[in-house]
């Protein structure tokens, strides 16, 4: 089959529709019958999959939800920890990083969850102290020298342990509000972003955040991320911190065997 203009127009408009993460073909009729066409036309298929793979992107899912795209590292459209709002300081960069991983690791901490559907709720005060705790038991670990396989997580957790959760400016336009000097304001931050990105929406009750089906798929294909794999085993309990006793006393006696 010799695609038409007509299918040409059609290929691109979906992929415009795809790269919108907030648009719905259950909102959007143009976008289901797009979508039908690219489900059970395979000259159609083929051809969309050809162009978006010549952009550095491919379809993770074709459900209900839409094209769901999954990025390489040097397409034009590739996510950069530098677009997420506020992440313009290399603070910003390190917690945004770290949050958006640990958002995956809280909501899919074994290979298991990421194939459950069900509905994950993230209630923002919760996730904030679960992160607290995350990097406290890093911090036990830490004396041990445990490698952290991740460029940046090492340093990611030390500023988020040291900052107060909660911190609200006192004076100008900040008074009042949450201070980008405290973890919450950060967890905030990101959880917002994933709305806009169509990864996560807000529930009725106060502080609860719903994680999309959009958001499962993304980290379903990151799932063998170093930062993600390391949180998600810390989560499930698998990196114990060595007691200092013991390694003082291993090294005592090889010392002795010398």
Not at 121 to 137: K, Y
Not at 181 to 208: F, H, P
Not at 221 to 240: C, I, K, N, Q, V
Request: aromatic share 8%; net charge negative.
């Amino acid at each position: 089959m010799t695609l038409t203009q007509t299918d040409h127009t059609d290929l691109g408009t979906l992929i415009g529709y795809a790269l919108q993460p907030t648009q719905r073909p259950g909102r959007s009729p143009e976008y289901r019958r797009l979508l039908g066409r690219y489900r059970s036309e395979p000259d159609f298929r083929t051809a969309t999959d050809s162009v978006l793979h010549g952009l550095g992107t491919r379809v993770l899912s074709d459900g209900d939800f839409g094209l769901v795209l999954g990025v390489e590292p040097e397409s034009p459209f590739a996510f950069r920890v530098t677009d997420m709002p506020n992440a313009g300081t290399r603070t910003g960069r390190l917690l945004a990083g770290l949050l958006l991983v640990g958002v995956a690791a809280y909501a899919y901490p074994s290979p298991a969850e990421l194939d459950d559907d069900r509905v994950r709720r993230v209630p923002d005060a919760e996730f904030e102290q679960w992160m607290r705790s995350l990097c406290e038991r890093l911090q036990a670990t830490d004396p041990a020298g445990e490698t952290i396989p991740e460029e940046g997580l090492d340093e990611a957790w030390r500023v988020y342990h040291e900052m107060p959760s909660t911190l609200v400016g006192d004076r100008g336009r900040g008074s009042g509000r949450l201070s980008p000097k405290c973890t919450l304001y950060w967890v905030r931050n990101i959880l917002g972003w994933l709305v806009e990105q169509g990864m996560a929406r807000t529930d009725s009750t106060d502080g609860t955040w719903i994680l999309t089906e959009r958001f499962r798929i993304q980290v379903k294909d990151m799932a063998s991320e170093p930062a993600y794999t390391y949180l998600a085993a810390l989560a499930r309990g698998e990196h114990t911190p060595q007691p200092l006793t013991d390694v003082s006393r291993s090294d005592e006696h090889t010392t002795g065997e010398q």
